[in-house]
C-alpha cells in the first residue's frame, strides 16, 4: 500500500507495450462496489477471496502488468501463483517513506482510514514485518522511491 503499484505499473507496462490491470480496480468493477465497500459490507477474507479469483485469472493472460493490492502475495498461496505463472517485482520501501505517502490519503484506505499519524507508522511497520516475508519472494526487488523502469523493462524482457 503506497509504494506505487498502479504508477510503476502503468509506465512498465507502457515501457513493454504490455496490457495493464489494476487488482483493485477490476474486483470493484466485477463486485459492483468499491473496495472500501466489500470490507464493510463483506468483510477482509471475502475481500482476499476476491483477489485470488482475480489471480486465477489474470495468471492465463500474456504480456499484462498486474498491480495487485498490498496483501495479494499473503493470502491462499497468490505469491507462489504468480512465480510460477510469471514474473513478479517488490517495490521495497521503508516504513517511514511508506507513511509519508499514505498520511494524506488514509480514508481512501480501508486498512487505514481510522488511524492517527502514529497508530499509521505504527500498522506500516506492522505489516511490513508481517508480509515481507512473502514480498521478499519476488523474482525481482527493486528501489521503490526512484525504481527504473527501464532497467526493469530490460530484465523482463530477457527473461
Given at each position: 500500500?503506497?509504494?506505487?503499484?498502479?504508477?510503476?505499473g502503468?509506465?512498465?507496462?507502457?515501457?513493454?507495450?504490455?496490457?495493464?490491470?489494476?487488482?483493485?480496480?477490476?474486483?470493484?468493477?466485477?463486485?459492483?462496489?468499491?473496495?472500501n465497500?466489500?470490507?464493510?459490507?463483506?468483510?477482509?477474507?471475502?475481500?482476499?477471496?476476491?483477489?485470488?479469483?482475480?489471480?486465477?485469472r489474470?495468471?492465463?493472460?500474456?504480456?499484462?502488468?498486474?498491480?495487485?493490492?498490498?496483501?495479494?502475495?499473503?493470502?491462499?498461496?497468490?505469491?507462489?501463483?504468480?512465480?510460477?505463472?510469471?514474473?513478479?517485482?517488490?517495490?521495497r520501501?521503508?516504513?517511514?517513506?511508506?507513511?509519508?505517502?499514505?498520511?494524506?490519503?488514509?480514508?481512501?484506505?480501508?486498512?487505514?482510514?481510522?488511524?492517527s499519524?502514529?497508530?499509521?507508522?505504527?500498522?506500516?511497520?506492522?505489516?511490513?514485518?508481517?508480509?515481507?516475508?512473502?514480498?521478499?519472494?519476488?523474482?525481482?526487488?527493486?528501489?521503490?522511491?526512484?525504481?527504473?523502469?527501464?532497467?526493469?523493462?530490460?530484465?523482463?524482457?530477457?527473461?
Open positions: 500500500m503506497g509504494s506505487g503499484k498502479t504508477t510503476v502503468q509506465k512498465l507496462a507502457s515501457c513493454l507495450e504490455y496490457s495493464f490491470i489494476d487488482m483493485d480496480k477490476r474486483i470493484e468493477e466485477d463486485a459492483g462496489m468499491s473496495v465497500q466489500i470490507f464493510s459490507e463483506l468483510g477482509e477474507q471475502e475481500f482476499r477471496k476476491l483477489e485470488h479469483d482475480m489471480i486465477i489474470i495468471i492465463k493472460t500474456d504480456n499484462v502488468v498486474v498491480a495487485t493490492g498490498g496483501g495479494v502475495p499473503c493470502f491462499y498461496k497468490n505469491m507462489e501463483l504468480i512465480n510460477q505463472n510469471g514474473i513478479s517485482v517488490y517495490l520501501m521503508t516504513t517511514e517513506a511508506l507513511t509519508d505517502r499514505l498520511k494524506h490519503s488514509r480514508s481512501q484506505r480501508p486498512l487505514i482510514r481510522d488511524l499519524l502514529d497508530e499509521l507508522f505504527g500498522f506500516i511497520k506492522a505489516k511490513l514485518k508481517e508480509r515481507e516475508p512473502f514480498y521478499l519472494k519476488s523474482k525481482y526487488i527493486v528501489d521503490g522511491l526512484d525504481p527504473d523502469i527501464g532497467e526493469l523493462a530490460g530484465l523482463i524482457r530477457s527473461e
